[in-house]
């Protein structure tokens, strides 16, 4: 029998029931998530020593890339637009600070192995990780009753949205999708080392005139010091221009992101290919109603096809998946082409 996180949460198997006392199960959910949310510690993934019981909780599957060149290229950015917002008006997001998640919902066992897979991939990604105890900020919530729990939880925590829109929130309450995920993220200047000190200063140095000193060219003092400033002062709106033109003021990161998985939804599908959706989601923003354009991804999972109907995915993170999260992490986040960055970067990485 396939591991499925819908039948570990099956009322007859009476791991958890949430059938018999619907109201008691929410409000212990909401009493565990607010208890998750000051401190993370005591879960922790399987012990050392003990082995996972599936081959794909060891090492991150390969994919077999045999596409060259402009098609290859091609595809990738195509899968790229599709994955990612389509609001070119500000950076893609990511984690800028490490994270520290918590899986709440399933029983031990399958959130231990969650947790893992979760752990596994950031690390591969170049995402850190914060040593326990710590803050959760990456929350993996299951249950049946999403919609109830969120409600529930969002009386409790006003901060739960960080101030969106009515529309938004009830948007979100109200989907019917397997996985649903909600991002937080904040918009700040880039951290120090983000931006090319060659390209643009805020205090650029004044330049030296053709000729070296005021005496030496002839001119006096005063009348050198007003060209060099109006030389430093041109010099710098041309590379603020510049700068403005390839790179954006402020970078998008995320602070919070809470991902809900619907059990009666996901029902029949794998534990470790949903952990790896959940993974991909959890660590980069992305947009869930595409089809990726038949892109090799986990991502299609849960994807629209032509029919209206979810399709089976690959049997897990694909080496697209895993080159995607690598390339978004390693690319400058405050390029205005991080996207082009990206597809560059897996098409490297996919070269045989």
Not at 83 to 110: F, H
Not at 164 to 176: G, K, N, P, T, V
Not at 280 to 287: E, T
Request: glycine share 8%; with cysteine.
């Amino acid at each position: 029998m396939r591991d499925t996180l819908g039948s570990m949460l099956d009322p007859p198997r009476k791991i958890v029931s949430f059938q018999r006392a619907r109201a008691a199960a929410i409000a212990a959910a909401g009493s565990i998530l607010l208890a998750c949310a000051t401190r993370v510690g005591a879960q922790t993934p399987a012990p050392a020593g003990t082995k996972p019981p599936l081959r794909d909780t060891q090492a991150l599957p390969q994919v077999d890339i045999t596409a060259h060149g402009r098609g290859l290229e091609k595809r990738l950015r195509a899968f790229i637009a599709a994955a990612t917002p389509r609001n070119y008006a500000d950076s893609l997001v990511r984690w800028n600070e490490p994270i520290c998640p918590v899986v709440v919902g399933p029983p031990p066992p399958q959130a231990a192995r969650i947790l893992a897979r979760l752990l596994q991939i950031a690390a591969a990604a170049g995402v850190a990780i914060k040593q326990k105890p710590c803050q959760a900020n990456l929350f993996v919530i299951a249950t049946p009753y999403p919609k109830r729990l969120l409600t529930a939880w969002g009386k409790r925590d006003r901060l739960l949205f960080a101030g969106a829109s009515r529309q938004s929130i009830d948007e979100f309450l109200d989907a019917s999708r397997p996985v649903r995920v909600w991002y937080n993220t904040i918009a700040a200047r880039p951290p120090p080392g983000a931006v090319n000190t060659g390209q643009y200063s805020e205090n650029p140095m004044p330049t030296e005139t053709p000729g070296g000193s005021d005496e030496a060219s002839g001119g006096s003092a005063g009348s050198m010091t007003g060209t060099t400033a109006t030389t430093g002062v041109t010099a710098a709106v041309d590379s603020a221009r510049d700068y403005s033109f390839f790179n954006f003021d402020e970078v998008q990161s995320f602070t919070s992101v809470i991902v809900v998985v619907d059990t009666q939804r996901v029902a029949g599908f794998s534990l470790d290919p949903l952990s790896d959706y959940i993974a991909v989601v959890g660590l980069s923003q992305i947009n869930l109603n595409s089809n990726y354009g038949g892109a090799p991804t986990v991502l299609s999972m849960f994807a629209p096809s032509a029919g209206g109907d979810t399709k089976l995915a690959p049997g897990g993170m694909t080496g697209w998946d895993r080159d995607y999260l690598k390339a978004l992490y390693a690319t400058r986040q405050i390029s205005r082409e991080q996207r082009s960055e990206i597809a560059d970067m897996m098409a490297r990485d996919m070269s045989p």
